[in-house]
């Protein structure tokens, strides 16, 4: 089990991290913290986030977009149209701009909670 807040070395992380949706990776930074169970922290060279367990991680290395990678299994017991992909273990969820992030806010808070709650469980 994790403990420890690390937002200190996510946000020196994010001070050096180039990337052309830079702003976006922030916001869905905050989305995903307001959640006040789920701690951050720097994992696989990435923001990343854990409750319990690892929860998710924004994959920085797509430039395209945001990538957040949801690898809890439990997220393949939530329904949503913006959870992408069919793996056993995994979805995805990306944004393309400032637009998307603010107009999925409220499903990719959904899902924070959804995913917490099924923690618990």
């Not at 986030?49 to 439990?74: C, E, N, R, S, W």
Request: glycine content about 0%.
């Amino acid at each position: 089990m994790y403990s420890e807040n690390k937002t200190d070395d996510v946000n020196a992380f994010m001070l050096e991290l180039e990337h052309p949706l830079k702003a976006e990776i922030e916001v869905v930074r905050t989305i995903i913290k307001a959640n006040p169970k789920i701690c951050e922290r720097v994992k696989w060279n990435a923001p990343s986030f854990f409750y319990v367990d690892d929860l998710a991680t924004i994959h920085v290395k797509a430039k395209q977009h945001v990538h957040l990678i949801f690898h809890h299994p439990a997220i393949v017991k939530i329904k949503s149209a913006l959870l992408e992909g069919d793996y056993k273990d995994r979805r995805m969820m990306y944004f393309e701009n400032m637009k998307e992030v603010k107009a999925r806010k409220k499903e990719l808070t959904r899902i924070i909670n959804e995913l917490v709650d099924l923690m618990n469980a």
